[in-house]
């Protein structure tokens, strides 16, 4: 069974319900677990002064990533289990890069990641951080999908 498993943590559904998976699994090994949010701060820094350079919209980001990880660990502890935590910032990197890396770094054996399953331009436009996971992570990777859990 899993020693060490990694949830990707963003405030949707569909992590919520990611969470929860990787709690039972956690519950059932027993294992660690290390709960993960990235903020992407991409666009406050963009270009080192860009649009949207305002420290209030950092803080901000910052502040909504903690409150995330804040509710998760109540999650977690509701469960009977006391959670690692990890706030990570990254600028210009791909969010699923940051998150298997950060699998990586702690040795993680799975990462459990929800996805929202978009296709066509929803794909294209927003992009999907859970396949950029699949394709860069050192270790196997759950997917749920919004009600699958």
Known sequence: MYRRILVAIDGSETSREALREALK?????????????????TL????EGGWMADPRVQEALHAAGKAIVEGAVEQARQA???PET???ETVARRVGAVIA???ARWAADLIVIGTHGRRGIDRLLLGSVAEAVIRTAPVPVLLIRSGAA
């Not at 699994?25 to 701060?41: N, T």
């Not at 406050?44 to 270009?47: G, L, S």
Request: charged share 25%; proline share 3%.
């Open 80 to 82: 009977g289990i006391e």
């Open 44 to 47: 406050v820094n963009w270009d």
């Open 101 to 103: 890396e950060e699998a």
């Open 86 to 88: 990890a706030l990570v």
């Open 25 to 41: 699994l956690a519950a059932e090994s027993p294992a660690l677990l290390r709960l993960v949010h990235v903020v992407d701060e």
